[in-house]
């Protein structure tokens, strides 16, 4: 198992190559072999909407690094999901932070920067903590989904994070929402409690609502703001 870390070229290589090599392969295969890669070096972000990705990789990676932002503005069954997570899954859980807490953002930007500016919101409670948080890794996987919204239907199952330079891994992007439903009632996979209760994705409880018939999983992120996305996949 790899320990030391590889250069961007040879990184960038690793992605390509198996973008290619990959791109039909069972979601396990593909955490296999970013474990088999990168070892201690490659790690999982999770936003706690469920565990289906964190449970796959602890299967690849017993005790692999789970990474969660908690932003401090999460519904507390988001917390409570974190938690569980690490109670009873074979996984390491990091909790990242932003530099501020959400007192401090407020006396330097004022009260409710997501409502007024969502970008620089998610920018400095999302985007910043979690460069920081990746920076000792090589690889990095994340539950992005083709058929979540139109916006990420052209997720590879294996790409180049050219601006972290590092392997971004998408392992159940071919899946779809059943695919999802049926791993997490065959596994016993834990969820977030919100998506029995109208929520298709959760996000900031300031900007996530319920999703309507007929809307995209997307559609209760940033209504009404013409965004879908924090930042982070972009």
């Not at 997570?85 to 932070?97: C, E, G, Q, S």
């Amino acid at each position: 198992m790899t320990t030391a870390p590889h250069t961007a070229d040879q990184l960038r290589h690793l992605a390509e190559q198996a973008a290619s090599d990959l791109e039909e392969a069972p979601a396990l295969d593909v955490l296999r072999w970013a474990a088999d890669t990168f070892g201690p070096r490659f790690c999982v972000t999770s936003s706690m909407e469920d565990a289906v990705v964190s449970h796959l990789a602890a299967r690849a990676m017993p005790g692999v690094d789970v990474v969660f932002l908690d932003t401090g503005y999460h519904f507390p069954e988001t917390i409570g999901t974190r938690d569980a997570v690490a109670a009873v899954m074979d996984v390491n859980v990091l909790t990242a932070t932003p530099k501020q807490t959400v007192a401090e953002q407020d006396a330097a930007y004022g009260p409710k920067l997501h409502d007024r500016d969502p970008d620089r919101c998610c920018a400095l409670r999302k985007v910043a903590p979690l460069e920081e948080a990746l920076r000792g890794y090589d690889a990095w996987a994340t539950g992005l989904r083709r058929d979540e919204s139109p916006t990420r239907a052209g997720t590879p199952v294996v790409g180049w994070d050219a601006k972290r330079r590092k392997v971004k891994i998408a392992p159940i992007a071919r899946w779809t929402q059943a695919d999802v439903e049926a791993y997490v009632a065959e596994h016993g996979v834990l969820t977030n409690p919100l998506l029995t209760d109208g929520y298709a994705s959760v996000g900031c409880a300031p900007c996530t609502r319920r999703v309507q018939g007929g809307e995209d999983a997307r559609a209760g992120r940033w209504a009404g703001l013409g965004k879908t996305e924090c930042g982070i996949h972009l």
